[in-house]
Protein backbone atom coordinates (compact mmCIF):
# COMPACT_ATOMS: atom_id res chain seq x y z
CA UNK A 1 0.00 0.00 0.00
CA UNK A 2 1.07 4.16 -0.31
CA UNK A 3 0.14 6.72 1.75
CA UNK A 4 -1.60 10.03 -0.53
CA UNK A 5 -2.50 13.79 0.92
CA UNK A 6 -3.38 16.78 -0.24
CA UNK A 7 -5.28 19.79 0.14
CA UNK A 8 -6.22 23.01 -2.38
CA UNK A 9 -2.98 25.39 -1.18
CA UNK A 10 0.10 25.71 -1.86
CA UNK A 11 1.94 24.34 1.66
CA UNK A 12 4.97 22.18 1.35
CA UNK A 13 5.78 22.08 5.04
CA UNK A 14 2.19 20.99 6.37
CA UNK A 15 2.48 18.46 3.34
CA UNK A 16 5.80 17.13 4.67
CA UNK A 17 4.19 16.72 8.36
CA UNK A 18 0.97 14.59 6.49
CA UNK A 19 3.58 12.40 4.94
CA UNK A 20 5.23 11.67 7.74
CA UNK A 21 2.24 10.71 10.00
CA UNK A 22 1.31 8.19 7.44
CA UNK A 23 5.09 6.62 6.64
CA UNK A 24 4.29 3.15 7.73
CA UNK A 25 2.04 3.30 4.34
CA UNK A 26 5.13 4.01 2.02
CA UNK A 27 8.16 3.42 3.71
CA UNK A 28 10.25 3.24 0.32
CA UNK A 29 9.87 6.76 -1.19
CA UNK A 30 8.18 10.47 -0.41
CA UNK A 31 7.41 13.17 -2.77
CA UNK A 32 5.64 16.46 -2.68
CA UNK A 33 4.08 18.72 -5.06
CA UNK A 34 3.07 21.94 -4.59
CA UNK A 35 2.10 24.84 -6.49
CA UNK A 36 -0.56 27.90 -6.68
CA UNK A 37 -4.01 26.07 -5.38
CA UNK A 38 -2.39 22.87 -4.38
CA UNK A 39 -0.29 20.84 -2.84
CA UNK A 40 -0.36 17.06 -2.86
CA UNK A 41 1.82 14.36 -1.17
CA UNK A 42 2.58 10.62 -1.03
CA UNK A 43 4.61 7.90 0.81
CA UNK A 44 5.53 5.15 -1.56
CA UNK A 45 5.75 1.30 -1.07
CA UNK A 46 7.10 0.12 -4.49
CA UNK A 47 5.86 -3.07 -5.42
CA UNK A 48 5.65 -2.59 -9.54
CA UNK A 49 8.39 -0.69 -11.14
CA UNK A 50 11.06 -0.03 -8.27
CA UNK A 51 13.02 2.62 -10.14
CA UNK A 52 12.69 6.32 -9.73
CA UNK A 53 10.61 6.46 -12.85
CA UNK A 54 7.65 5.29 -10.41
CA UNK A 55 7.88 8.06 -7.86
CA UNK A 56 5.02 9.98 -6.91
CA UNK A 57 3.37 13.12 -7.28
CA UNK A 58 3.55 11.68 -11.19
CA UNK A 59 3.34 13.69 -14.19
CA UNK A 60 2.57 13.70 -17.50
CA UNK A 61 4.88 14.91 -20.45
CA UNK A 62 4.10 18.44 -20.70
CA UNK A 63 3.32 18.58 -16.34
CA UNK A 64 0.31 20.05 -16.77
CA UNK A 65 -1.44 16.68 -14.79
CA UNK A 66 -0.31 15.71 -11.06
CA UNK A 67 -1.22 12.37 -9.35
CA UNK A 68 -1.00 10.76 -6.16
CA UNK A 69 -2.06 7.16 -6.22
CA UNK A 70 -2.07 4.27 -3.83
CA UNK A 71 -2.96 0.48 -4.61
CA UNK A 72 -3.16 -1.37 -7.62
CA UNK A 73 -4.46 -1.39 -11.31
CA UNK A 74 -4.52 -4.99 -12.16
CA UNK A 75 -5.49 -4.17 -15.50
CA UNK A 76 -2.90 -1.63 -16.51
CA UNK A 77 -0.74 -3.97 -19.12
CA UNK A 78 -3.74 -4.24 -21.33
CA UNK A 79 -4.72 -0.35 -20.82
CA UNK A 80 -1.15 0.81 -21.27
CA UNK A 81 -1.16 -1.34 -24.59
CA UNK A 82 -4.48 0.57 -25.71
CA UNK A 83 -3.23 3.77 -24.77
CA UNK A 84 0.03 3.60 -26.94
CA UNK A 85 -1.79 2.55 -29.82
CA UNK A 86 -3.36 5.90 -29.35
CA UNK A 87 -0.43 7.38 -29.64
CA UNK A 88 0.42 7.90 -25.73
CA UNK A 89 4.25 7.63 -24.60
CA UNK A 90 5.01 6.12 -21.31
CA UNK A 91 8.40 7.08 -19.21
CA UNK A 92 7.85 4.44 -16.94
CA UNK A 93 6.36 0.42 -15.71
CA UNK A 94 4.28 1.49 -13.14
CA UNK A 95 0.55 0.86 -13.22
CA UNK A 96 -0.01 4.51 -11.87
CA UNK A 97 0.87 6.21 -15.16
CA UNK A 98 -2.31 4.99 -16.70
CA UNK A 99 -4.30 6.89 -15.08
CA UNK A 100 -2.90 9.53 -16.20
CA UNK A 101 -2.74 8.91 -19.75
CA UNK A 102 -5.96 6.93 -19.21
CA UNK A 103 -7.47 10.95 -17.75
CA UNK A 104 -5.95 12.52 -21.23
CA UNK A 105 -7.92 10.07 -23.42
CA UNK A 106 -11.56 9.73 -21.37
CA UNK A 107 -11.48 12.52 -18.82
CA UNK A 108 -13.22 11.29 -15.75
CA UNK A 109 -14.53 7.98 -17.28
CA UNK A 110 -11.08 6.96 -17.28
CA UNK A 111 -12.53 5.49 -13.74
CA UNK A 112 -14.58 2.77 -15.93
CA UNK A 113 -11.54 1.44 -17.43
CA UNK A 114 -9.88 0.72 -14.13
CA UNK A 115 -9.81 -2.42 -12.69
CA UNK A 116 -7.93 -2.68 -8.99
CA UNK A 117 -8.15 -1.28 -5.88
CA UNK A 118 -7.40 2.14 -5.71
CA UNK A 119 -7.73 5.38 -4.24
CA UNK A 120 -6.25 8.42 -6.37
CA UNK A 121 -6.23 11.88 -6.60
CA UNK A 122 -5.40 13.95 -9.54
CA UNK A 123 -5.20 18.04 -10.52
CA UNK A 124 -5.33 19.68 -13.65
CA UNK A 125 -3.46 22.36 -13.97
CA UNK A 126 -4.87 23.64 -17.02
CA UNK A 127 -8.56 23.34 -15.42
CA UNK A 128 -7.65 24.19 -12.14
CA UNK A 129 -9.81 20.85 -11.29
CA UNK A 130 -9.23 18.21 -8.63
CA UNK A 131 -10.03 14.91 -9.34
CA UNK A 132 -10.48 12.09 -6.68
CA UNK A 133 -11.64 8.56 -7.23
CA UNK A 134 -11.69 5.32 -4.96
CA UNK A 135 -12.23 1.50 -6.13
CA UNK A 136 -15.70 0.00 -6.34
CA UNK A 137 -15.60 -1.81 -3.28
CA UNK A 138 -13.49 0.83 -0.97
CA UNK A 139 -10.51 -1.51 0.07
CA UNK A 140 -8.23 1.70 -0.94
CA UNK A 141 -9.17 4.48 2.30
CA UNK A 142 -10.09 8.38 1.42
CA UNK A 143 -11.15 10.38 3.96
CA UNK A 144 -11.97 14.26 3.22
CA UNK A 145 -12.58 17.71 4.62
CA UNK A 146 -14.35 20.43 3.14
CA UNK A 147 -14.91 23.99 4.46
CA UNK A 148 -15.23 27.57 3.42
CA UNK A 149 -13.95 26.04 -0.18
CA UNK A 150 -10.83 24.37 1.01
CA UNK A 151 -10.54 20.72 0.95
CA UNK A 152 -7.95 18.32 2.40
CA UNK A 153 -7.90 14.52 2.20
CA UNK A 154 -5.24 11.82 3.11
CA UNK A 155 -5.45 8.08 3.09
CA UNK A 156 -5.77 8.08 7.26
CA UNK A 157 -7.87 10.26 9.31
CA UNK A 158 -4.55 11.01 11.70
CA UNK A 159 -3.11 12.73 8.39
CA UNK A 160 -5.81 15.20 8.40
CA UNK A 161 -5.72 15.69 11.83
CA UNK A 162 -1.91 17.46 11.15
CA UNK A 163 -3.72 20.38 9.33
CA UNK A 164 -4.22 22.96 12.36
CA UNK A 165 -7.96 24.21 11.04
CA UNK A 166 -9.63 20.58 11.11
CA UNK A 167 -11.22 20.23 14.44
CA UNK A 168 -11.08 17.02 16.50
CA UNK A 169 -14.23 16.85 17.62
CA UNK A 170 -16.61 13.19 17.88
CA UNK A 171 -19.33 13.37 15.13
CA UNK A 172 -22.45 12.77 17.35
CA UNK A 173 -24.58 11.36 14.64
CA UNK A 174 -21.65 8.38 13.68
CA UNK A 175 -21.00 7.79 17.72
CA UNK A 176 -24.68 6.82 17.49
CA UNK A 177 -24.61 4.83 14.46
CA UNK A 178 -21.79 2.93 16.05
CA UNK A 179 -23.27 1.53 19.12
CA UNK A 180 -26.38 0.18 16.80
CA UNK A 181 -24.46 -0.71 14.01
CA UNK A 182 -21.16 -1.69 15.58
CA UNK A 183 -19.63 0.01 12.47
CA UNK A 184 -19.89 3.76 11.02
CA UNK A 185 -21.85 4.19 7.67
CA UNK A 186 -20.18 6.40 5.12
CA UNK A 187 -20.24 8.83 4.02
CA UNK A 188 -19.99 9.80 8.10
CA UNK A 189 -16.70 8.97 9.96
CA UNK A 190 -16.48 9.31 14.10
CA UNK A 191 -14.92 13.09 13.59
CA UNK A 192 -16.77 15.82 12.68
CA UNK A 193 -16.74 16.84 9.09
CA UNK A 194 -14.56 14.57 7.95
CA UNK A 195 -16.27 11.82 5.41
CA UNK A 196 -15.07 9.20 3.67
CA UNK A 197 -15.73 8.98 -0.31
CA UNK A 198 -17.74 6.27 -0.33
CA UNK A 199 -17.10 2.67 -2.55
CA UNK A 200 -17.21 2.70 -6.44
CA UNK A 201 -17.45 6.91 -6.41
CA UNK A 202 -15.34 9.81 -7.51
CA UNK A 203 -15.16 13.74 -6.14
CA UNK A 204 -14.45 16.89 -8.19
CA UNK A 205 -13.49 19.96 -6.79
CA UNK A 206 -13.24 23.38 -9.39
CA UNK A 207 -15.17 26.41 -10.20
CA UNK A 208 -18.49 24.58 -9.42
CA UNK A 209 -17.52 23.83 -5.95
CA UNK A 210 -17.59 20.31 -4.60
CA UNK A 211 -19.14 17.62 -6.43
CA UNK A 212 -19.34 13.73 -5.59
CA UNK A 213 -21.12 11.07 -8.33
CA UNK A 214 -20.89 6.88 -8.09
CA UNK A 215 -19.67 5.71 -11.31
CA UNK A 216 -20.70 2.28 -10.36
CA UNK A 217 -22.73 -0.05 -8.14
CA UNK A 218 -23.76 -3.80 -8.09
CA UNK A 219 -25.81 -4.92 -11.28
CA UNK A 220 -27.73 -8.09 -10.99
CA UNK A 221 -26.73 -10.00 -14.30
CA UNK A 222 -30.10 -11.11 -16.22
CA UNK A 223 -27.62 -14.06 -17.75
CA UNK A 224 -28.69 -16.92 -15.83
CA UNK A 225 -26.78 -20.05 -16.45
CA UNK A 226 -26.73 -23.71 -15.24
CA UNK A 227 -25.36 -24.81 -12.46
CA UNK A 228 -22.44 -26.72 -14.10
CA UNK A 229 -21.88 -23.57 -16.18
CA UNK A 230 -22.12 -20.79 -13.19
CA UNK A 231 -18.67 -23.12 -11.50
CA UNK A 232 -17.01 -22.78 -14.74
CA UNK A 233 -17.47 -19.12 -15.38
CA UNK A 234 -16.73 -18.72 -11.56
CA UNK A 235 -13.23 -20.77 -11.72
CA UNK A 236 -12.28 -18.69 -15.03
CA UNK A 237 -13.11 -15.31 -13.07
CA UNK A 238 -10.82 -16.20 -9.89
CA UNK A 239 -7.95 -17.94 -12.09
CA UNK A 240 -7.90 -14.72 -14.00
CA UNK A 241 -8.41 -12.52 -10.74
CA UNK A 242 -5.36 -14.36 -8.77
CA UNK A 243 -3.32 -14.02 -12.02
CA UNK A 244 -3.60 -10.27 -12.52
CA UNK A 245 -3.11 -9.87 -8.67
CA UNK A 246 0.73 -11.98 -9.19
CA UNK A 247 1.97 -9.52 -11.12
CA UNK A 248 4.67 -8.11 -8.63
CA UNK A 249 8.53 -7.08 -8.75
CA UNK A 250 8.62 -7.87 -4.42
CA UNK A 251 8.28 -11.22 -2.66
CA UNK A 252 4.58 -12.53 -2.98
CA UNK A 253 3.29 -14.87 -0.73
CA UNK A 254 -0.49 -15.92 0.65
CA UNK A 255 -2.38 -16.36 3.97
CA UNK A 256 -3.84 -19.95 4.35
CA UNK A 257 -5.89 -20.64 7.50
CA UNK A 258 -6.96 -23.93 5.68
CA UNK A 259 -10.34 -22.81 5.05
CA UNK A 260 -11.93 -22.83 1.58
CA UNK A 261 -11.12 -19.61 1.04
CA UNK A 262 -7.74 -19.09 1.58
CA UNK A 263 -6.80 -23.18 0.27
CA UNK A 264 -8.72 -22.14 -3.52
CA UNK A 265 -6.14 -19.70 -3.97
CA UNK A 266 -3.17 -21.75 -3.20
CA UNK A 267 -4.76 -24.04 -5.35
CA UNK A 268 -4.78 -21.44 -8.36
CA UNK A 269 -1.54 -19.72 -7.44
CA UNK A 270 0.46 -23.01 -8.06
CA UNK A 271 -1.57 -24.01 -11.03
CA UNK A 272 -0.25 -20.68 -12.47
CA UNK A 273 3.20 -21.80 -12.04
CA UNK A 274 3.74 -19.82 -8.70
CA UNK A 275 7.42 -21.02 -7.56
CA UNK A 276 8.45 -20.39 -4.88
CA UNK A 277 4.83 -20.75 -3.52
CA UNK A 278 5.17 -18.89 0.27
CA UNK A 279 2.04 -20.00 2.82
CA UNK A 280 1.96 -18.02 6.08
CA UNK A 281 -0.92 -19.75 9.02
CA UNK A 282 -1.49 -18.08 12.00
CA UNK A 283 -1.00 -20.17 15.60
CA UNK A 284 -2.48 -19.51 18.32
CA UNK A 285 -1.65 -21.35 21.60
CA UNK A 286 -5.35 -22.52 22.48
CA UNK A 287 -5.80 -25.16 19.86
CA UNK A 288 -9.53 -24.04 19.88
CA UNK A 289 -8.46 -20.88 17.43
CA UNK A 290 -6.22 -22.50 15.41
CA UNK A 291 -6.72 -24.84 12.10
CA UNK A 292 -3.20 -25.62 11.62
CA UNK A 293 -4.18 -29.09 10.82
CA UNK A 294 -6.14 -27.87 7.92
CA UNK A 295 -3.70 -25.73 6.61
CA UNK A 296 -1.09 -27.62 7.03
CA UNK A 297 -2.57 -30.62 4.58
CA UNK A 298 -3.22 -27.77 1.83
CA UNK A 299 0.36 -26.77 2.61
CA UNK A 300 1.79 -30.09 1.71
CA UNK A 301 -1.10 -31.30 -1.25
CA UNK A 302 0.33 -28.28 -3.24
CA UNK A 303 4.14 -28.18 -1.71
CA UNK A 304 4.27 -24.63 -0.78
CA UNK A 305 7.16 -23.15 1.52
CA UNK A 306 5.09 -22.89 4.45
CA UNK A 307 6.03 -20.81 8.08
CA UNK A 308 3.31 -20.97 11.11
CA UNK A 309 3.62 -17.33 12.35
CA UNK A 310 2.75 -17.72 15.78
CA UNK A 311 0.41 -15.43 17.46
CA UNK A 312 2.63 -14.13 20.70
CA UNK A 313 0.93 -12.79 23.62
CA UNK A 314 -0.94 -9.54 23.07
CA UNK A 315 0.91 -6.82 25.09
CA UNK A 316 -0.60 -3.28 25.96
CA UNK A 317 1.52 -1.63 23.58
CA UNK A 318 0.14 -3.81 20.90
CA UNK A 319 -3.05 -2.37 21.25
CA UNK A 320 -2.42 0.98 21.08
CA UNK A 321 -0.56 0.52 17.94
CA UNK A 322 -3.72 -1.09 16.44
CA UNK A 323 -5.73 1.58 17.69
CA UNK A 324 -3.26 4.29 16.19
CA UNK A 325 -3.67 2.49 12.86
CA UNK A 326 -7.43 2.06 12.95
CA UNK A 327 -8.35 5.86 13.44
CA UNK A 328 -12.12 4.83 14.74
CA UNK A 329 -13.29 2.15 17.12
CA UNK A 330 -13.50 -0.97 15.74
CA UNK A 331 -15.66 -3.91 16.66
CA UNK A 332 -14.70 -6.74 14.73
CA UNK A 333 -11.73 -8.27 16.83
CA UNK A 334 -10.34 -10.23 14.53
CA UNK A 335 -8.68 -7.02 13.44
CA UNK A 336 -5.88 -7.27 16.05
CA UNK A 337 -4.42 -10.55 14.81
CA UNK A 338 -4.22 -9.63 11.78
CA UNK A 339 -2.05 -7.06 12.38
CA UNK A 340 0.09 -9.00 14.51
CA UNK A 341 0.32 -11.63 11.56
CA UNK A 342 0.95 -9.00 8.87
CA UNK A 343 3.78 -7.43 11.11
CA UNK A 344 5.49 -11.28 11.03
CA UNK A 345 4.60 -11.92 7.53
CA UNK A 346 6.13 -8.33 6.40
CA UNK A 347 9.75 -9.98 8.12
CA UNK A 348 9.08 -12.49 4.47
CA UNK A 349 7.08 -11.21 1.98
CA UNK A 350 6.18 -7.57 0.65
CA UNK A 351 3.00 -8.72 -0.52
CA UNK A 352 -0.04 -11.04 0.43
CA UNK A 353 -2.95 -12.40 -0.56
CA UNK A 354 -5.64 -13.68 1.47
CA UNK A 355 -9.60 -14.88 1.06
CA UNK A 356 -10.88 -12.12 2.78
CA UNK A 357 -14.53 -11.27 1.57
CA UNK A 358 -15.04 -14.71 0.47
CA UNK A 359 -17.55 -15.48 3.34
CA UNK A 360 -19.42 -12.19 2.65
CA UNK A 361 -19.89 -13.11 -0.98
CA UNK A 362 -20.22 -17.31 -0.41
CA UNK A 363 -22.45 -16.75 2.64
CA UNK A 364 -20.22 -18.57 4.38
CA UNK A 365 -20.56 -16.93 7.78
CA UNK A 366 -22.08 -18.71 10.87
CA UNK A 367 -24.57 -16.16 11.21
CA UNK A 368 -26.33 -17.27 8.00
CA UNK A 369 -26.80 -20.29 8.77
CA UNK A 370 -27.80 -19.72 12.15
CA UNK A 371 -30.61 -17.08 10.20
CA UNK A 372 -32.11 -20.02 8.27
CA UNK A 373 -32.01 -22.13 11.50
CA UNK A 374 -33.77 -19.49 13.08
CA UNK A 375 -37.16 -19.69 10.67
CA UNK A 376 -37.48 -22.92 12.00
CA UNK A 377 -36.42 -22.35 16.05
CA UNK A 378 -39.85 -19.65 15.77
CA UNK A 379 -41.83 -22.35 15.55
CA UNK A 380 -41.72 -23.12 18.59
CA UNK A 381 -44.18 -21.51 20.93
CA UNK A 382 -43.29 -18.20 22.12
CA UNK A 383 -44.28 -19.11 25.88
CA UNK A 384 -41.61 -22.00 25.50
CA UNK A 385 -39.07 -19.71 23.77
CA UNK A 386 -39.17 -16.65 26.38
CA UNK A 387 -39.95 -19.04 29.48
CA UNK A 388 -37.93 -22.00 29.18
CA UNK A 389 -35.84 -22.23 26.73
CA UNK A 390 -33.71 -19.27 26.63
CA UNK A 391 -33.50 -18.28 30.28
CA UNK A 392 -32.14 -21.91 30.62
CA UNK A 393 -29.36 -21.37 28.16
CA UNK A 394 -28.67 -18.13 29.35
CA UNK A 395 -27.47 -19.89 32.96
CA UNK A 396 -24.66 -21.89 30.97
CA UNK A 397 -21.59 -21.17 31.92
CA UNK A 398 -19.52 -19.17 29.16
CA UNK A 399 -16.82 -22.00 27.57
CA UNK A 400 -13.22 -20.46 27.00
CA UNK A 401 -13.61 -21.80 23.51
CA UNK A 402 -13.85 -19.74 20.28
CA UNK A 403 -17.04 -22.18 19.76
CA UNK A 404 -17.66 -25.32 20.80
CA UNK A 405 -21.44 -26.45 21.27
CA UNK A 406 -22.36 -24.13 24.47
CA UNK A 407 -20.99 -21.47 22.97
CA UNK A 408 -22.82 -21.62 19.59
CA UNK A 409 -25.75 -21.99 21.30
CA UNK A 410 -26.30 -19.27 23.38
CA UNK A 411 -24.82 -16.60 20.88
CA UNK A 412 -27.53 -18.14 18.28
CA UNK A 413 -30.05 -17.43 21.17
CA UNK A 414 -29.43 -14.13 22.41
CA UNK A 415 -29.48 -13.41 18.34
CA UNK A 416 -32.88 -15.12 17.74
CA UNK A 417 -34.39 -13.14 20.97
CA UNK A 418 -33.05 -9.58 19.92
CA UNK A 419 -36.09 -7.74 18.99
CA UNK A 420 -36.97 -7.59 15.25
Excluded at 378 to 406: C, H, N, S, T
Aim: hydrophobic fraction near 35%; include cysteine.
Amino acid sequence: MCGICGFTWADASLAEKCTQVIKHRGPDQSGIFSAEGITLGHRRLSIIDLSEQGRQPMTNEDGTLQLVFNGEIYNFLELRDLLEKKGHRFLSRSDSEVILHGYEEWGDDVLQQLRGMFAFALWDLRQQRLLAGRDRLGIKPFYYYHQGGRLAFASEIKGLLTIPDIPRRVNPQALYDYLGYEFVPRPQTMFERIFKLPPGHFLTLSNRGLEVNPYWDIRCSEDWRSPEEAVEALRALLRDTVRQHLISDVPLGVFLSGGLDSSTLVALMRDLGVDPLRTFSIGYPDPSFSELPFAQMVAERFETDHQVLMIPEVTIQDLEDAVWHLDEPMTDLSALPLYLVCREAKKHVTVCLSGEGGDEIFVGYDRFKASKFDQYYRRVPEWLREKVLYPGVKRLPDQPQKKGAINILKRFMEGSHQPL
